[in-house]
């Protein structure tokens, strides 16, 4: 009788503080049949909200308080939103939202309060004493106020008085993650400055050795300019992993040969042209020929079969719009049937255990060229289609199985700017550094593409040679130095 006595009072004595909304009015209204005429106090609220939060078993009359207390502590939430909203800067927005997810982990563990326990109910005091407070709000108006270059502007003074005003609504916790927030931000957007820098060409040089960034000036997002570094760390440790054996044609396969390895490739060439691949799928190609070869003995009557097969792979990986299986049965002039394609599909890919995604030449092939254009006041579209017929010839030649791919783009750029340019040294700073290859590494390299360049005469397998003759390729095929790169060493 005495807790019911003290319920029904309780809104008699709350009730005429202060105005209300129009839901608590009306669920006093339905529950209790009194309208208050104003609104309650802030401390009053927190009353109800511990209150409704005891564990004794409360009243009708204390359930529409408790909703009402709800209500108004939401609509408190919204006016601190307004508040970062009237500030209008991103690094306070921060602060603020994450005070917000910190008051609210704290309400449900409530770390910083103490319990006192009475004889009818149970109160929660805050260990935060106003001082406290106040001493904080004043480090953080402090910092916001040395942020800014106009300190007795209007802005800054309303901004003031709005933090001092949050002081009553956020606990010590929140206070503190908002001044250690707000004394990071100047690091923050230090290096968010530098990144941004970094992407549209302020840095200059890497370093100063004479190194040109050539991540700087790249402004298309899809070029990755700030990861670019760490992908290629990435893909040079990834090509010394899944490799072909450089001796499988001695070792294990004994009814096909070299040559009968670079009649395939040399077909291969011209179908990608026949289909108009992207040269990664040719690369591609190859690469999966060459690493079932080096596990897997296979009879020269299905050669040309794994051949149109790995090429099938590799346009499902790299191409938009890949071939379809019938135009490879078509291009073989119906030698293998379907059933038979899908089947040598199905050996490789999990003979390979789908190992698809292989640095080859061509990935390598493109820094590399970036890398020798940094110097040049225009990008020269020679060196870029010599250096892509340098390497293609590689394919069809068994013996640059030996060579790591990215020894092989870095050869076929050496030798090109040296085939197009003979008054300077093809090798710099520049591509040492992106290359991680020194000229004398590329030497026993750059001799053995030098004379796939040059016995243009006396070869057979003339598809690369062929296809780079064409204008559109500027006739790259025909071009060969006046002298030896032999001196150059």
């Known amino acids: 009788m005495q807790m019911n006595k003290e319920n029904t009072k309780a809104p008699e004595a709350e009730g005429s503080t202060g105005r209300i909304t129009r839901a608590r009015a009306k669920a006093l209204v339905t529950s209790v049949g ?29 359930k529409a308080f408790a909703t009402a207390a709800s209500g108004l502590q939401c609509k408190r939430r919204a006016v601190l939103k307004d508040v970062t909203n009237i500030l209008g800067e991103d690094s306070f927005n921060n602060c603020i939202n994450a005070a917000k997810i910190q008051t609210y982990k704290q309400g449900r563990r409530g770390p910083l309060k103490k319990k006192v326990v009475g004889e009818n109910a149970s109160v929660q005091i805050p260990l935060v004493e106003e001082d406290v407070k106040m001493k ?6 402090k910092i916001r106020m040395e942020e800014s270059q106009e300190i007795t502007s209007p802005a800054k003074v309303e901004e003031r008085y709005l933090v ?6 956020c606990g010590l916790a929140d206070l503190m993650l908002i001044v250690q927030a707000s004394t990071t931000p100047t690091g923050f957007q230090s290096l968010q400055k530098k990144e941004e820098n970094k992407v549209f060409g302020i840095s200059g040089t890497s370093n100063g050795l004479g190194i040109i960034d050539i991540d700087s000036n790249l402004k298309d997002p899809q070029v990755c300019s700030l990861y670019a570094p760490d992908i290629y760390n990435n893909i040079r440790v990834t090509e010394l992993h899944p490799r072909s054996s450089t001796d499988y044609m001695e070792k294990l396969q004994t009814d096909i040969t070299p040559t009968m390895r670079g009649i395939l490739i040399d077909w291969l060439v011209e179908v990608s042209e026949e289909y108009k691949l992207v040269p990664d799928t040719l690369y591609l190609t190859v690469n999966l020929i060459d690493r079932f070869l080096s596990q897997t003995y296979i009879e020269k009557q299905k050669l040309q079969l794994l051949g149109v097969t790995c090429m099938l792979i590799a346009s499902k990986y790299e191409e938009i719009c890949a071939p379809r299986i019938e135009e490879f049965c078509f291009i073989t002039d119906y030698t293998y049937t379907k059933g038979q394609v899908l089947k040598m599909e199905s050996q490789v890919l999990n003979f390979l255990h789908f190992q698809l995604s292989i640095p080859t030449t061509k990935t390598f092939l493109r820094r590399f060229i970036l890398a020798a254009q940094a110097s040049y006041k225009v990008p020269s579209i020679e060196l870029e289609f010599l250096a892509n017929y340098l390497s293609e010839l590689t394919l069809v030649e068994y013996n640059f199985l030996q060579f790591l791919p990215s020894l092989i783009a870095a ?23 992106y290359t991680r290859y020194k000229a004398s590494d590329l030497k026993t390299t750059v001799l053995a593409l030098e004379d796939l360049q040059f016995h243009t005469d006396d070869c057979t397998l003339n598809a690369v040679r062929e296809k780079y003759r064409l204008k559109k390729f500027k006739c790259v095929a025909t071009l060969t130095a006046p002298g030896r790169v032999l001196s150059l060493f």
């Open 34 to 62: 009194i309208l208050p005429s104003s609104k309650p106090s802030f401390k009053q609220d927190q009353k109800r909200v511990l209150r409704a939060n005891s564990k004794r078993a409360a009243s009708d009359e204390n």
């Open 136 to 141: 904080l709000a004043e480090d953080l108006s």
């Open 164 to 169: 001092q005003q949050m002081v009553g609504e």
């Open 411 to 433: 050869a076929a750029v050496f030798l090109a700017r040296w085939t197009l340019n003979q008054s300077d040294h093809p090798w710099n700073q520049t591509l040492e550094h």
